[in-house]
């Protein structure tokens, strides 16, 4: 009987032996990073019903997609410094749009940084840290790339009206080609990366950022056409939140373009502004498409983990609001895609955080995890969906710091003066704050005892 037993373990010693030395001479995995500003999970494998997102459908048909995934900041500077470093923000640290890691944490790791390291040639095309000279020279094995050559505007009736800022209309769509605009040229320079870093046969960690749908809402015509305006689905909850404190705003950054003489309140106003951010969404799938499209043509797929996510949410109307920048669900919630060679593909309620790529990505190809890191890795979820993750997710804006369970979202602002509670289950569009009812008092002490707990940790970061 003995002897039976350590047959099969050296059995099981041999095949477990076997397996390690076949993905060690596989080599690491490479990593497609594709990071998509002002994405909210306004997508055809998200549940909606209007974006026309084919490709991005796809790619999450195969990997994990994250119905619960939320950013740290919902500003762009801030909510990618935090990703990148995997360190949370606080009232002094990733704050605004224009956020660099180098000055608010000069001395923590990077993500780019450690695969580089690690052998991993790192490539930055497009938006990935909100400054392309953002710890360039230790996170990427060249200097991050942008458009330089291309205009951002082919209409002429776009710059003959102009705001107050001397920006152009908000929306356009001429009859170009996918490469007019900014987009395309980082799709054609992330392809061309691909064929270059094949050749190489050295691994590669390639940071792919698109611009749209960012303000404003320009894209090739095609992509207009997908959608018929007078289709299209409006907010029918344009007022502020019943019992909200008077710190909640909306982001201010549309009225930064010339909006074209029409009424910001007006139906006609909110269809145009969705039939532009979708025509965005689709011009971005479609690049998308046409870089995974080439993933799989030079046969990478299957040696590569691709990682799609949105740096933070954004409002389309909803309680009056154009854009992030509040605690408000839609502004924190994120699109999160992660398909990896050899894991089936599924979907995760769990909650995650942007700060858990990270370390999630260095357990995934065998890197060590800084000390700096303060993210948790979720490989697990990806091969047990089901399971659990984090108790609360964690993010801030300005003054408020907000934390989200699986029911309820709460925001404190300046040290208690306000309080924002919303409960999910019952107010999914969040129209009532209940943080004054006295049946939610008991709620109210637990989601601040959280809160207090993510400060901390928060304020306890070491790099």
């Not at 019903?49 to 999450?60: C, E, F, G, N």
């Not at 003054?399 to 404190?412: E, H, L, P």
Request: aromatic share 10%.
């Amino acid at each position: 009987m003995q002897l039976t037993k350590y047959l099969i373990l050296l059995a099981f010693l041999a095949c477990s032996a076997a397996g390690l030395t076949a993905e060690l001479a596989a080599g690491p995995p490479n990593v497609l990073f594709i990071a998509v500003d002002d994405l909210r999970p306004e997508l055809g494998c998200y549940g909606d019903t209007q974006a026309r997102t084919p490709h991005i459908d796809q790619l999450a048909a195969l990997g994990v997609r994250f119905e619960r995934a939320y950013c740290q900041v919902p500003v762009c500077g801030a909510s990618r410094a935090a990703l990148m470093t995997s360190i949370l923000p606080t009232p002094k640290r990733f704050v605004n749009f224009d956020s660099r890691v180098d000055i608010d944490a000069p001395n923590a790791a990077t993500l780019p940084q450690v695969f580089r390291q690690a052998g991993y040639t790192t490539l930055s095309n497009g938006k990935v840290f909100h400054h392309t000279g953002d710890t360039s020279e230790r996170s990427w094995s060249q200097p991050a790339w942008r458009p330089s050559n291309t205009k951002n505007s082919h209409d002429l009736e776009t710059m003959r009206q102009r705001s107050t800022k001397e920006r152009g209309r908000i929306f356009e769509f001429p009859d170009v080609p996918d490469d007019a605009y900014h987009d395309g040229q980082i799709a054609i320079k992330t392809i061309d990366d691909l064929r270059r870093l094949k050749q190489s046969g050295q691994p590669f960690f390639l940071a792919c950022g698109f611009l749209k749908p960012h303000l404003p809402f320009y894209a090739p015509k095609k992509y207009w056409d997908l959608y018929l305006r007078d289709e299209i689905d409006i907010a029918d909850n344009r007022q502020p939140p019943q019992n909200a404190p008077t710190q909640l705003k909306g982001s201010g950054e549309f009225r930064s373009y010339h909006l074209a003489d029409f009424d910001e309140d007006s139906d006609d106003f909110h269809r145009l502004m969705r039939h532009g951010y979708l025509a965005c969404t689709s011009y971005i799938d479609k690049l998308i498409g046409d870089v995974l499209a080439e993933l799989n043509r030079l046969g990478l797929a299957d040696s590569t983990i691709i990682v799609l996510w949105g740096d933070h949410g954004w409002h389309l109307g909803e309680h009056g609001f154009w854009g992030k920048h509040n605690t408000m669900h839609l502004a924190m919630r994120i699109p999160l895609i992660v398909k990896v060679p050899g894991k089936k593909a599924g979907s995760s309620a769990a909650l995650v955080e942007t700060i858990d790529l990270f370390p999630t990505l260095c357990m995934l190809t065998g890197i060590a995890i800084p000390e700096s890191v303060q993210g948790r890795s979720f490989t697990e979820l990806l091969d047990h969906p089901e399971r659990r993750h984090r108790e609360v997710a964690y993010s801030r804006f300005q003054s408020g710091d907000a934390v989200i369970t699986d029911q309820f979202t709460y925001t404190c602002y300046q040290g208690g003066k306000s309080e924002m509670l919303y409960d999910l289950s019952r107010d999914p569009l969040e129209n009532t704050n209940v943080a004054g009812e006295s049946e939610y008092a008991a709620k109210l002490g637990e989601m601040r005892e959280f809160l207090n707990n993510r400060k901390a940790q928060a304020a306890s970061a070491q790099f």
